[in-house]
């Protein structure tokens, strides 16, 4: 029964490390997946509304998988896509729509992004 319990926090860090260098680069940062209509969506939601973004697709990188798993760690949630705004876990697709329906998404992406 030994010291099992404390061996996921040493799962990942490169990857967190990846993950916190993105999303404090980065205004608003999408992990995304090619096929995933929701991810779809979201980038279309915030291109339409002229909102620069990076976005990273996990299946198109090696450590995706990894990435993914560091992701679910963070964030508490495995689904992509996963959106980032000024370094916060905002969610998911749903989540994003949400904030924008009540006219909340650029207030948040305002605090960060100085283009806009």
Known sequence: MG??????????NAE?????DLITKNCVVIFSKTQCIYCRKV???????????????LDKREDG??????LTEITGARTVPRVFINKECIGGASDVEKL???EK????????????
Request: with cysteine; aromatic share 4%; charged share 25%.
């Open 3 to 12: 010291g099992t319990s404390s061996t996921p926090k040493l799962l990942y």
């Open 16 to 20: 967190k490390s990846l993950i916190n």
């Open 43 to 57: 980038k279309k939601l915030l291109t339409e509304s002229s909102v620069p973004f990076l976005s990273i697709e």
């Open 65 to 70: 998988t990894n990435l993914q798993n560091a």
């Open 100 to 102: 924008h329906k009540e």
């Open 105 to 116: 998404l650029m207030e948040k992406i305002k605090l960060c992004c100085d283009q806009l």
